[in-house]
């Protein structure tokens, strides 16, 4: 009994299921919503921004924007009743074109539609591109580029081969606002490259062509540094020695001063083992939740010296560079997108002037931190240069 039970309520549940009405809105009627009006163009950099006075329609529940970027490649760009503007971006040069309005309701009717014509400023691409430069670097080039708006951007390198093609060096993808990225491991022959900038839909810029030729640069074998405690210099704190600086390994580990000491701010002094001219250190951050906060260096100095002074003195020490650390997004502190972390897990380059001296010593001196506070911490140091 039980049984049959049972196979009654399933058979009765089936017959349910198979007589509900699908699931989702369905159409009210076939009456098209009214079109937009008064339609307003502010050309923008790349785009425009359209404001319109809205159909008085009840059903209303969208507005789109359809328009053609390049070719035949469409795009749509909606905006929803609670708004009458709309924009649309991503051309890649400063044509007229036509933008195609159309009011959408809920019954998914489409009003008449309505074109309007704007001419976009010049795109991002464009004026990014004219502030491309590429110059000879230690170990490579180095490229360098303005971007005000933030525009997300990829600067791609061009190296000619053996064919006398240019093909992609390498990418840098930024939204720096004073954009660079260098390219190392080259050897010291000359070459001829290309650089150009490209957007998210694919717009580029002209390529620029350079023919360059690479300066010498090795890295200083981490080996031979030997910690130098001078008078005046930072301690440490306990299971964070100077030494875990060029240990090979960064991440939550490395070197820490003292906080609480009532001295600020504070200087470390390290013997690199052998003369030579230092083109860039890189600077490796504690990780975790310390990206671009905390106790990571913001403002420091690079001091250099042949002949070590033991009294502490900087009198005999050359400042090599001013360093600034540089947060890519310009997000406040502890707010960190993928750039900025990769920026802090790969290691920051502080490029030093060619026409430093040559120096045995070094001497960094933390000025301000991320947290401005009393004590910094550096996971890894990278020094770079000719040191024949």
């Known amino acids: 009994m039980k049984h049959n039970i049972f196979i009654s309520i399933a058979l009765g549940f089936l017959a349910f299921a ?57 795009s749509e760009t909606r905006a929803s009743l609670y708004s009458d503007t709309l924009k649309v971006e991503g ?4 044509k007229e074109r036509q933008v195609k309005l159309i009011a959408v309701d809920r019954s998914r009717n489409e ?28 170990g490579g080039v180095h490229s360098y580029w303005e971007n005000p708006t933030r525009a997300e951007i990829s600067t791609i390198i ?3 081969d053996q064919n006398d093609e240019y093909v992609p060096l390498e990418t840098f993808y930024s939204s720096m606002v004073e954009g660079d990225g260098a390219t190392r491991g080259m050897d010291t022959i000359a070459s001829d490259f290309g650089i150009y900038v490209q957007d998210r839909w694919e717009n580029r810029s002209e390529i620029k062509y350079y023919t360059l030729t690479p300066i010498y640069e090795t890295e200083f074998d981490q080996v031979k540094f030997k910690a130098v405690e001078l008078p005046g210099d930072a301690g440490n704190v306990g299971g964070w020695p100077k030494s875990n600086m060029w240990d090979g390994a ?30 860039r250190l890189r600077v490796f951050q504690r990780l975790g939740g310390y990206v671009f906060a905390e106790g990571n260096p913001r403002k420091f100095e690079v001091w250099g010296c042949q002949t070590l002074d033991p009294t502490g003195s900087w009198d005999n020490w050359t400042k090599l560079m001013d360093c600034t650390s540089i947060k890519p997004s310009g997000l406040p502190m502890g707010q960190n997108t993928n750039e900025d972390i990769d920026v802090a897990t790969n290691g920051e380059d502080f490029i030093c002037s060619p026409t430093n001296p040559k120096v045995r010593y070094i001497r960094i001196k933390v000025t301000r931190t991320w947290a401005g506070g009393d004590n910094f911490q550096i996971s890894e140091l990278e020094v770079y240069g000719d040191n024949r």
């Not at 051309?91 to 400063?94: M, S, V």
């Not at 309007?116 to 590429?134: D, M, N, Q, R, W």
């Not at 991440?251 to 001219?277: A, E, K, M, R």
Request: proline residues 11%; hydrophobic residues 35%; contains cysteine.
């Open 158 to 160: 061009l190296q000619k």
């Open 18 to 74: 198979c007589s509900e009405e699908p699931i989702g809105q369905q159409p009210l009627d076939q009456i098209p919503p009214d079109a937009v009006s008064d339609v307003k163009v502010e050309n923008i950099p790349g785009g425009a921004i359209l404001t319109y006075i809205l159909p008085q329609n009840e059903d209303l529940l969208y507005v789109k924007a359809v328009y053609s970027l390049r070719d035949s490649l469409m």
């Open 91 to 94: 051309f890649g040069d400063t």
């Open 250 to 279: 960064n991440g939550d580990n490395g070197y820490s001063s003292p906080g609480g000491t009532g001295t600020w701010p504070h200087s470390v002094t390290i013997d690199l083992g052998v003369t030579g001219q230092l083109s």
């Open 111 to 138: 009003s008449p539609e309505l074109y309007a014509t704007i001419a976009p400023l010049e795109p991002p691409v464009a004026t990014i591109g004219k502030s491309l430069s590429l110059v000879p670097d230690f």
